[in-house]
């Protein structure tokens, strides 16, 4: 029932013996109680069980294309909707609000933020020539943009507090890039080897840089960037990388799709797995958690959306179908789901509800 009042609608939303369902009908910003109860074939039925939930809210945005990108903001409550041709960014919070708007000088789809959370730096993906874009956040303004001499652009992960290092999508060395006028860096020639959509990941305190790629089989290298680089550590993967992510424990997040699977490995020994899980069904897009504590994916077949708990390895959430997924993305406070869909929609979910 919606807006409090126990018996104001009094509608049957499901009937089955799963023991989860997604009530998608739902207005955003309002309360709803619901009541679950259970009979056999008798007739008996049970008193049931109440309980309120927020509804989820679902936001148009007319340039929320078909190839946008949500990205995970770093205040832990809210997201980025980034249309991919069009440069607009929408900073949306948890309610569907929109907080802050910026229609960049290009479009970059891929954004990372700094370690303070202060700046982002943004690149194109797949295209050629690749650009790239520089943030301020408070308030959100572009401090600088540029269209680059590098082909398409795969990964970046920021390096220090002015410097960015950038992969390509073809096969060839990462470069260093200072976001100050964009001047190119020093390229890793030691990493001329590197296969195509190198994922990265940099500890920069340690000035580390962590790369996977998958030349005949996975393969995960760790890079001393401090002064002349040197490979500290080389180590085969048993499948496809798709993502990598320090998760501050001591630990490197490695997921991969065909088959579905996430593993933590130790910094100190690459070889060493602590924990592994299987995926379930058949991900075909997998997003891990800005903090990387949880790993959230989309099956291709059913379309629901899987969360993962890295540390336990238990289910988070079980989400049905909400449609053709494009991205997902979990806030940093772990409360609300981000999921892009197609038709220009952003569906925000509460993950305070449980598997419902």
Avoid: K
């Amino acid at each position: 029932s919606e807006g409090g009042n126990a018996d104001s609608l009094n509608l049957l939303v499901y009937e089955g013996a799963t023991n989860s369902f997604t009530d998608m009908d739902l207005l955003p910003n309002e309360v709803f109680s619901y009541r679950v109860y259970s009979y056999d074939e008798s007739g008996n039925v049970s008193t049931g069980t109440r309980s309120e939930i927020d509804a989820a809210a679902q936001i148009y945005l007319p340039d929320f294309e078909e190839n946008s990108s949500l990205v995970a903001h770093p205040d832990g409550e809210s997201c980025w909707v980034v249309g991919r041709n069009s440069g607009m960014i929408h900073h949306v919070n948890g309610e569907g609000v929109e907080l802050d708007f910026l229609e960049a000088s290009i479009a970059p789809a891929l954004w990372v933020f700094n370690a303070a959370g202060t700046e982002a730096a943004g690149v194109s993906v797949n295209s050629n020539p690749a650009s790239i874009s520089h943030v301020r956040l408070e308030p959100l303004e572009e401090i600088d943009s540029a269209v680059l001499t590098l082909s398409a652009l795969a990964d970046l992960a920021w390096v220090d507090a002015e410097t960015v290092l950038l992969s390509s999508v073809a096969a060839g060395p990462p470069i260093f890039m200072n976001l100050d006028g964009f001047t190119p860096g020093d390229t890793l020639h030691l990493l001329d080897d590197t296969f195509l959509r190198a994922t990265m990941a940099v500890d920069i305190l340690a000035q580390i840089l962590y790369i996977a790629d998958a030349p005949t089989e996975g393969r995960l290298r760790a890079v001393s960037i401090d002064g002349d680089p040197v490979i500290l550590q080389e180590v085969m993967l048993p499948g496809s990388p798709v993502d990598i992510g320090l998760n501050g424990n001591g630990e490197i997040v490695v997921s991969y799709v065909g088959p579905g699977r996430v593993e933590r490995r130790l910094l100190s020994d690459l070889e060493q797995i602590v924990a592994s899980s299987d995926l379930l069904g058949s991900p075909d897009r997998i997003f891990l958690s800005s903090d990387m504590t949880q790993l959230w994916y989309s099956d291709f077949e059913t379309h629901g959306i899987f969360g993962i708990d890295l540390q336990t390895f238990d289910t988070i959430s079980e989400l049905e179908s909400i449609g053709i997924g494009l991205d997902i993305q979990v806030t940093g406070s772990s409360t609300r789901l981000f999921a892009g869909q197609t038709g220009d929609l952003v569906n925000i979910l509460s993950l305070d509800r449980g598997n419902d």
